[in-house]
């Protein structure tokens, strides 16, 4: 029949054919379509660009507008217009512009302009013709695409000349395309944040909103409609006043700009740094930075300008200012304040202060590279530089007056008359153990655990075991763990037996000195 459009699955098929090298004439038998309808189609498909594996990919609309199934007719009196969309596009980009109010602009210099929704209709078949990915119209400065590469480049340790793999972060703006590309170890939470900062200060501004993957390093629990994002994203996008909004699971073409600029990237930077061995992470980053910035001084295909132009022209300026300080990660754990009136950092072996009125209290602990916070019900409690000495304190006096009533329970007393129940060189190691710290709080728990061990060992042993440690350490007293071992090792060569010990005990001290 006249005028009949052919289907979108043969169309796609007879694409297929042509691209696994059959001829148009096969192409015409096999699919029953004349010669010159194939011939129609090719041509408009090859003008595309696009592989076969994309067109299979795109949707029946979208494969619509892309072969322009729905004439518009346009004549020569139309063809100014078409030189000026591009133009137009790159105006429609900026914020507050509408396509009425550049057709308002024309009118004034063309009195003859077509009417506007006239040229709202030339405006979009002009559209269809460029590229898929293209017809998106972001608005300067509103978003920003990030997203790792799924291939990846290396460095060589120049030690042991092992091989070590690197992921490959990209960050798009969407009114320019203007990229940002930086190897890093891995797509962990710490590297990617760390990632999504540098190239914010990159770009000098902050974009409204983010738009990431459902990555585990963004998306604590992925959802279709309300994901919830990981405490430190949150935090980041505070720091920098901006939103992040995390794709659809399994929806690339929510980043489709992202998407393709990381295709573009295989070309332009990965192809490039193919050929060069790297040792260093800086200086592959470096080497990184010099293609992109290639990449983004190139112009775009069909267009008299660069991704770079486009970025100084319309979109830095709407950008918002970054603050006076990078954001730092944070980290977030839960703890209790102990009686000593400190709470406890596993990773840094390390304690700090709280005052004395929250013992006992479940804290949340927000630690970045150089502080420590505490809060209690959003209310921060404490403060501290983060101190990185295993086993160490880090004590606020005013944290710890010994006047409070919980010194009645654990006090210097308490511990001197307890270990002189035991020996005078258990008083007398006690005594030294007490005076080693600062306030005498600090080393309540140490004290315990020596003195508990009269429980498993006996008295006897271990007044024995601390003479013995006395006499190992005269001037210098090490950490309570290593003064007590070297007292037991001492009695344990002299007797020569473990019988005495039971086996269920660690005489070595194991948790006692946590």
């Avoid at 119209?137 to 590469?149: E, L, P, S, W, Y």
């Avoid at 470096?286 to 775009?300: M, Q, R, S």
């Amino acid at each position: 029949m006249a005028n009949t459009h052919l289907d979108m699955r043969k169309i796609k098929q007879l694409y297929r054919f042509y691209t696994q090298g059959v001829s148009k004439r096969k192409i015409s038998k096999r699919l029953g379509i004349s010669r010159n309808t194939v011939r129609k189609y090719l041509d408009l498909l090859i003008k595309s660009k696009l592989t076969s594996k994309e067109v299979d990919a795109l949707t029946f609309e979208e494969l619509r507008i892309l072969l322009d199934i729905d004439h518009t007719h346009v004549t020569t009196r139309h063809s100014y217009l078409f030189d000026l969309f591009p133009i137009v596009n790159k105006e429609l980009k900026k914020v507050g512009v509408t396509r009425y109010l550049v057709w308002e602009s024309y009118l004034q210099k063309y009195p003859d302009l077509v009417s506007y929704s006239r040229f709202c209709h030339l405006y979009k078949a002009w559209s269809r013709n460029q590229s898929p990915v293209m017809r998106f119209n972001h608005k300067a400065g509103d978003k920003m695409f990030v997203d790792f590469t799924g291939k990846k480049l290396s460095i060589i340790d120049p030690g042991t000349g092992e091989v070590k793999e690197l992921e490959v972060f990209v960050a798009v703006l969407g009114a320019s395309g203007y990229t940002y590309v930086e190897a890093c170890p891995s797509q962990k939470r710490e590297d990617f944040i760390g990632c999504m900062v540098n190239a914010l200060n990159f770009y000098g501004g902050v974009p409204k909103a983010i738009v990431t993957d459902n990555l585990k390093s963004a998306v604590t629990k992925s959802s279709k409609y309300e994901p919830i994002l990981n405490e430190s994203l949150l935090a980041m996008a505070t720091h920098y006043n901006t939103t992040v909004l995390p794709t659809r699971a399994y929806r690339p073409r929510d980043k489709a700009l992202v998407e393709n600029a990381v295709k573009i990237v295989y070309t332009r930077v990965f192809a490039p740094l193919g050929a060069t061995d790297f040792y260093t992470l800086g200086a592959l980053n470096t080497a990184i930075l010099e293609h992109t910035a290639v990449h983004n001084k190139t112009n775009f295909q069909s267009r008299n300008y660069s991704r770079l132009e486009l970025f100084e022209s319309i979109e830095k300026q709407e950008l918002t200012a970054l603050p006076v300080e990078s954001y730092r990660l944070r980290q977030y754990v839960m703890g209790t304040v102990y009686k000593t009136s400190h709470i406890y950092i596993s990773k840094d072996k390390h304690h700090y202060s709280v005052p004395y009125n929250y013992i006992g209290k479940k804290v949340r602990i927000i630690y970045t590279k150089d502080t420590v916070e505490i809060y209690l019900k959003q209310k921060r409690i404490a403060l501290h530089k983060r101190g990185l000495k295993r086993y160490g304190y880090t004590t606020d006096p005013s944290h710890m007056p010994s006047t409070h009533r919980y010194v009645a329970d654990w006090n210097p007393e308490k511990f001197l008359n307890w270990a002189d129940a035991i020996g005078d060189h258990c008083k007398t190691f006690i005594t030294l153990l007490l005076a080693k710290r600062q306030h005498p709080e600090q080393s309540y728990k140490s004290c315990a655990g020596v003195l508990g061990l009269a429980k498993k060992v006996g008295k006897d042993r271990l007044d024995n075991a601390c003479k013995r440690a006395l006499d190992y350490e005269r001037i210098n007293y090490q950490s309570v763990k290593g003064i007590l071992e070297k007292g037991l090792d001492a009695i344990q060569e002299d007797t020569n037996t473990e019988s005495n010990i039971p086996k269920h005990t660690n005489i070595r001290g194991g948790n006692y000195y946590k």
